[in-house]
T-cell receptor
Framework: GAVVSQHPSRVICKSGTSVKIECRSLDFQATTMFWYRQFPKQSLMLMATSNEGSKATYEQGVEKDKFLINHASLTLSTLTVTSAHPEDSSFYIC????????????FGPGTRLTVL | DAKTTQPTSMDCAEGRAANLPCNHSTISGNEYVYWYRQIHSQGPQYIIHGLKNNETNEMASLIITEDRKSSTLILPHATLRDTAVYYCIVYSGYSTLTFGKGTMLLVSP
């Protein structure tokens, strides 16, 4: 299947700092990428939909000024958690939709963010 | 509003077939049935999808009933590494994937 990478896989930061997470589709182009968040023992929750070359669409309750999304190319989307706080600690997962295939979404391995 | 219903958990002996059911009685004509699984602390892994015909790939088989109101994912020879949460999702390709609670499959020796 198609491969999606995320970097970093794990990050620990101090409260108040910003953290950038990269999501790349390695062997296909993705017009649309998605960002999810998963808290312990819960299912994945969609945060935002990222379309190449345009502004992201955020789900209700997700602050767009706090979670900055950039999708500048067909293979890269970034999520920046600005002024991170301990409650932002979570597992962040991206996915990319294979526009050239059957619109199947492929997921990255996730990024574990811990804010101290 | 959940579009699929799955059992909370299932057990399977190693080497035996694991049959995971899913009900999706309100599925629309243009929606596919997708299956993903999530092994602990990893991102979801795509398994298989289908519209109305049965499908098979190197990982699993997907059996969809004729009325498309339910389906079964079959792992023919389960291994310990198949222990994961399995998600059945109906998806049109232009909507977003909505994850429910899934089925926790525990494969035991």
């Amino acid at each position: 299947g198609a491969v999606v990478s995320q970097h970093p896989s794990r990050v620990i930061c101090k409260s108040g700092t910003s953290v950038k997470i990269e999501c790349r589709s390695l062997d296909f182009q993705a017009t649309t990428m998605f960002w999810y968040r998963q808290f312990p023992k819960q299912s994945l929750m969609l945060m935002a939909t990222s379309n190449e070359g345009s502004k992201a669409t955020y789900e209700q309750g997700v602050e767009k000024d706090k979670f900055l999304i950039n999708h500048a190319s067909l293979t890269l989307s970034t999520l920046t958690v600005t002024s991170a706080h301990p409650e932002d600690s979570s597992f962040y997962i991206c996915s990319a939709r294979d526009s050239g295939g059957a619109d199947t979404q492929y997921f990255g391995p996730g990024t574990r963010l811990t804010v101290l | 509003d959940a579009k699929t219903t799955q059992p909370t958990s299932m057990d399977c002996a190693e080497g035996r077939a694991a049959n995971l059911p899913c009900n999706h009685s309100t599925i629309s004509g243009n929606e596919y049935v997708y299956w993903y699984r999530q092994i602990h602390s990893q991102g979801p892994q795509y398994i298989i999808h289908g519209l109305k015909n049965n499908e098979t790939n190197e990982m699993a088989s997907l059996i969809i009933t004729e009325d498309r109101k339910s389906s079964t994912l079959i792992l023919p020879h389960a291994t310990l590494r198949d222990t994961a949460v399995y998600y059945c999702i109906v998806y049109s390709g232009y909507s977003t994937l909505t994850f429910g609670k899934g089925t926790m499959l525990l494969v035991s020796p």
